[in-house]
């Protein structure tokens, strides 16, 4: 009985969880380098499960084009906003990507918002920059920094 009545709550906590959820997405054009011109898009949204008491936590979906080939990054990173620096946000992260082969990589992040006042919504440029390791032969592998423009729904 116990067994069961947990297999049906946990479930339901989840679709609560999700039901309540503001994900505040973003999608952002980004250029960067990583030995070469690398261009891409990026779609971003707060963790759905989980927020700590003090900034972001947010998911990151790139797909990317760089050297003549396609790829797809992931990555989880945590922003904060310092008290005094009001519409700028620091932070990092780690994730998982595809270039060639499977590639793990850690990065550092700033975001400044952009008051664009004829964009109906709210604009941002963000500074990215890191380190991927590939995990598989023929996988990127290097140190890389970005640039993205991007507006927040």
């Not at 519409?87 to 998982?96: H, N, P, Q, S, V």
Request: hydrophobic share 50%.
């Amino acid at each position: 009985m116990k067994r069961s009545l947990q297999r049906l709550l946990a479930p339901l906590a989840v679709l609560a969880a999700l039901a309540t959820a503001n994900p505040h997405p973003s999608v952002a054009v980004r250029a960067g380098y990583a030995g070469d011109l690398a261009l891409g898009l990026e779609v971003a949204w707060d963790c759905l499960l989980f927020q700590p008491p003090l900034g972001r936590l947010r998911s990151t979906l790139d797909v990317l084009y760089l050297d003549a080939r396609p790829g797809v990054a992931w990555s989880a990173r945590y922003l904060v906003s310092p008290p005094l620096l009001e519409g700028i946000r620091f932070g990092g992260g780690a994730g998982l990507g595809y270039l060639g082969g499977l590639y793990g990589f850690v990065r550092g992040d700033a975001e400044f918002d952009l008051d664009v006042g004829t964009l109906p919504l709210p604009a941002f440029l963000g500074l990215d920059a890191g380190y991927a390791t590939g995990f598989t032969e023929g996988a990127f592998e290097g140190v890389f920094a970005g640039l993205r423009l991007g507006v927040r729904f």
